[in-house]
């Protein structure tokens, strides 16, 4: 029998998983366009309520989190990797889906923005409602824009004049009723 793998917001008090969060997300990191962080970056998202995990049994196999910039203007998702072996079966969707709903109950009204080079993630964004948009529809955060510098593509993507490698992608909240 296939074993259940649980997907939910990460609690405070699960400081511990960002060590496997950060070796998943620096794995990926080689092959895809995936910004690494450090284990004491992740241990602050998952402190603060602002990551999603995926868990099978106690072993880490799928991480995200998301940021807030501009006042919560504007919520980043990022991060999102499933353990390469569990990929395709829809868990990247359903942490998505967790990073959603925790980002939204936080900031209603905040833009969502993913940006991502992602065929996966793409799709997966589409079919929540995502569009795609230019650069100049996110955040002009600088510090948001900071955390493009440990991605592989980053120096290349800079020296071509680019902002980004990855195609911006928004989910407008709903208009106030
Ligand atoms: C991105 C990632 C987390 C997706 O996780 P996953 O569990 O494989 O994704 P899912 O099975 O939930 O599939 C999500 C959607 O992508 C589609 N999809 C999955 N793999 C795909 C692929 N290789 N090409 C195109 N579409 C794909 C699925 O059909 C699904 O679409 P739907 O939501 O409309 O049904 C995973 O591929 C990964 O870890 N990639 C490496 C790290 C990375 O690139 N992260 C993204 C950084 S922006």
């Known amino acids: 029998m296939k074993a259940e793998v649980e997907v939910r917001a990460a609690r405070s008090g699960e400081e511990h998983l960002a060590e496997p969060a950060a070796a998943l997300i620096a794995e990926s990191a080689a092959e895809h366009d995936i910004a690494p962080r450090s284990v004491e970056w992740l241990a602050a ?12 049994g106690d072993e880490l196999v799928g991480f995200g989190y998301w940021s807030e910039w501009e006042d919560g203007a504007f ?7 499933v353990r390469p072996d ?16 925790s980002s939204r109950a936080a ?15 793409k799709a997966m964004n ?13 955040t002009t955060d600088e510090a948001f824009w900071d955390g493009c510098k440990t991605c592989r593509n980053y120096e290349e993507t ?20």
């Open 75 to 81: 919520v980043s998702h990022s991060g999102l990797v």
């Open 158 to 177: 800079r020296r071509r004049g680019l902002r980004c490698c990855c195609e911006p992608m928004i989910l407008e909240p709903e208009p106030a009723g």
């Open 86 to 101: 569990l990929r395709g079966d829809k868990l990247g969707r359903r942490l998505k889906t967790v990073l959603m709903e």
């Open 107 to 121: 900031y209603p009204r905040a833009i969502l923005m993913s940006l991502t080079t992602s065929e996966a993630v």
């Open 45 to 56: 998202k998952i402190r603060a309520g602002k990551a999603a995990v995926a868990l099978l």
């Open 126 to 138: 589409l079919a929540l409602g995502f569009k795609v948009v230019g650069f100049d529809r996110v």
